[in-house]
């Protein structure tokens, strides 16, 4: 009875070991599907012979499909933040591999033909599976979704051995095999496709790319041998005089491309000049301190450009930053790399002819028509990756002829970034909450935090980034740029307290309480509420509507960043889960007592709020809420008749530069994948200009010369 189990039944227990309860009709529903002891379903069991036909079939299609997919908007994630994009991506790349290993499965169980026909597939099955190693390769547009893929690369290494031998052992079972010519050719492509993602992900591994990163080792000169010499002329009395002569101002280290110096730069010496910043700076992914000497000549550099040519030059370093760590792009463009790129190309081109041509195909009309497909499928896809490799800023920054200007003139219309900002309101998000009724339902289920996150999700805008943004961070980071002579005061220049120093220093300290009596998470969340009330009151007419634009785009896209992405604030956020939890909770409780109805409504309510004191001197500590110290705030800016938005902006800059520059570099370097974050604008910005922590001060009285006489 037992024997005539298929391998499915291996979940039900045998009735010797358990006792077997009575079956209800679900049972019966599962268990008709392996047992002919049981009762049959016949639409049920058409279902099952259709599957059992097509399974394989479907599978190959539908890995055909994820390959397509991918290859049609895996460029697109550098260029938007849409979340819609970015999951479909995601999706197909987490299928992708998985469709392709259960089909080369089910090969390997098939044994011939899944379908009841011992003869049928014996040529054919090999043939797929040889297809589903180019899958596996993938296209060259990604290689990981997230850095942690990278780290994963020893894991893919032994998935390759074991699919390329699996597709292998398959081959040889099917041996005489009428279609070993074609086989063995989508077998040489797949195996190259696949090693070159392996080799990719290898390569942009944190290990891996932190070696590539250091220079070639430099011993220096033999001091042995100079000190040999110096006693030598002492003991034989000779004149000899001792000169310290300077080193020469060397270029980035590291570079293949020099960096032009050229004040007035078009955006094709620009792409080129990003990419020899990148080459010398790339080692900022992995932790690499720098020298004083490449800070005095980075910074030199950025303070001679313009806001427009300066994140123009950020954005090409950044593009040139995910296409190493996200794509094949590492790999392909060697000569080795552009060799075995034809071999592939040339095998599946040869594979199809020979397919072709052969006049008896003794398979099944679906069969071939899906063997084309994917003969197709894998021509299109390779002819797509090579057109995008040749119209490419690799290209561009190769290429020096009038070829390169035709290749350029297409290729810097592009964008490579999102260029917009999310967009988020406290005080908006308090009054889109449900009713407390809901709230306590929602809490009793478990599922409260998840709707709060759902309800978050959905209140989120975007907004492009203008012009007059770039043009203003950029000024204020080359102010601070132009106080930082050395290392320390560059420093020095992004501690945490710096905003509170320039509120004293711009005549405003009545105001540094809100920076230096608490922690980072608590004034921005303060500083973000002020802003607001600050907006709300103030009418569009102002001389200042930019300023005033400016500060909200800022200060709600730092909200932004608290609530969705606090990875990016996670080495300064503190305590803030607690701090924006209790002060939703206090304003939440305002709102219901004031029955606000909107945005506008609910700032005039609180800003009427008789504020006789700090909170925590009016009821304790306990409570991290900031609501009602974000009034004091606000109504201390308000009294400011004149460049009240003005020293707004000024202050966000100074709190979003120290977050920016304290974020962990890989969370940095994960943003291009996702459309990339004006925060790792800024912080590339500032560590060009000389800010921040990652350069150490090199003493050096330059080399000692010795000359001989008078």
Not at 508 to 516: C, F, Q, V
Request: glycine share 6%.
């Amino acid at each position: 009875m037992w024997s005539q189990i298929d391998t499915v039944e291996t979940f039900v227990s045998p009735h010797w070991l358990f006792p077997r309860p009575a079956l209800t009709s679900c049972d019966y529903l599962q268990v008709s599907f392996f047992k002919e002891d049981y009762m049959e379903i016949p639409i049920l069991e058409k279902i099952k012979q259709v599957w059992q036909k097509w399974d394989l079939r479907f599978l190959m299609l539908v890995s055909l499909l994820l390959q397509t997919t991918l290859i049609a908007f895996a460029f697109l994630r550098k260029r938007t933040g849409n979340k819609v994009v970015i999951l479909l991506i995601w999706v197909a790349y987490l299928l992708a591999d998985w469709v392709a290993a259960v089909a080369i499965g089910l090969i390997s169980s098939s044994q011939g033909s899944p379908c009841g026909h011992p003869d049928e597939n014996k040529d054919l099955l090999p043939f797929w599976a040889a297809f589903l190693l180019l899958h596996l390769g993938g296209p060259d547009s990604i290689t990981s979704f997230s850095l942690e893929d990278n780290e994963l690369w020893l894991r893919h290494l032994l998935g390759f051995i074991l699919q390329v031998v699996a597709a292998a052992y398959l081959f040889f079972e099917s041996l005489p095999n009428k279609l070993w010519i074609p086989t063995t050719l989508i077998f040489i492509a797949g195996t190259i496709k696949y090693a070159e993602r392996t080799c990719a992900l290898y390569m942009a591994s944190s290990d891996r790319f932190g070696g590539s990163v250091l220079p070639e080792p430099d011993p220096g000169s033999e001091y042995e041998k100079v000190a040999q010499r110096f006693s030598a002329m002492k003991k034989g009395n000779l004149p000899i005089r001792v000169e310290i002569v300077p080193e020469p101002k060397r270029r980035l280290w590291g570079s293949k491309y020099s960096v032009s110096e050229s004040v007035v730069m078009d955006e094709r010496l620009l792409l080129q000049t990003a990419y020899g910043i990148f080459d010398t700076f790339k080692g900022l992914i992995v932790g690499h301190i720098f020298s004083s000497r490449e800070r005095e000549v980075s910074r030199d550099f950025f303070l001679k450009r313009n806001a427009q040519d300066a994140f123009k030059l950020i954005e090409f370093e950044l593009s040139f930053m995910y296409e190493v760590l996200h794509t094949k792009l590492a790999v392909t463009r060697c000569r080795l790399g552009y060799l075995f790129r034809v071999m592939s190309f040339t095998s599946e081109l040869v594979a199809f002819l020979f397919f072709t041509l052969m006049k008896e195909h003794e398979h099944r009309k679906s069969d071939d028509s899906i063997t084309y497909l994917l003969l197709i499928g894998a021509i299109i896809l390779d002819v797509v990756s090579f057109i995008r490799l040749i119209f490419s800023d690799w290209t561009v920054i190769s290429l020096k002829n009038r070829w390169g200007e035709l290749v350029a003139a297409f290729v810097m219309k592009r964008k490579r970034w999102s260029g917009s900002v999310s967009q988020g309101s406290f005080i908006h998000y308090c009054l889109s909450c449900r009713s407390i009724r809901l709230e306590h339902f929602l809490v009793s289920l478990g599922i409260g935090d998840f709707v709060d996150n759902l309800v978050m999700a959905m209140s989120w805008s975007s907004r492009k980034i203008e012009d007059y943004v770039l043009e203003f961070i950029f000024e204020e980071l080359k102010e601070k740029s132009k106080g930082a002579e050395d290392v320390k005061a560059g420093e020095m220049l992004c501690s945490q307290g710096r905003a509170g120093a320039f509120l004293k220093e711009s005549g405003h300290g009545e105001m540094s309480w809100s920076i230096e009596h608490f922690q980072y998470a608590e004034s921005l969340l303060l500083w973000h509420i002020a802003s607001s009330l600050c907006y709300y009151r103030d009418s569009e007419s102002d001389e200042d509507v930019t300023d005033r634009e400016l500060c909200k785009l800022l200060s709600n896209y730092i909200f932004y960043l608290l609530v969705m992405k606090p990875t990016m604030l996670a080495p300064v956020a503190g305590n803030w889960q607690l701090v924006f939890q209790d002060s939703c909770a206090e304003t939440k409780r305002f709102f219901r007592k004031s029955d606000v109805l909107h945005d506008l409504n609910a700032c005039e309510k609180l800003l009427l709020v008789n504020t006789i004191g700090r909170s925590t001197a009016v009821k304790g500590g306990k409570s991290k809420s900031v609501l009602f110290d974000a009034c004091i705030l606000a109504k201390q800016l308000l009294e400011l008749e004149q460049s009240r938005w003005k020293l707004m902006c000024k202050v966000w800059v100074e709190l979003m530069s120290y977050a920016a520059i304290n974020c962990r570099p890989t969370v940095h370097a994960e943003q291009p994948s996702r459309g990339g974050e004006l925060l790792t604008f800024i912080w590339l910005m500032m560590t060009h200009l000389g800010l921040g922590k990652q350069y150490h001060e090199q003493v050096s009285l330059g080399k000692m010369k010795m000359i001989v006489g008078k």
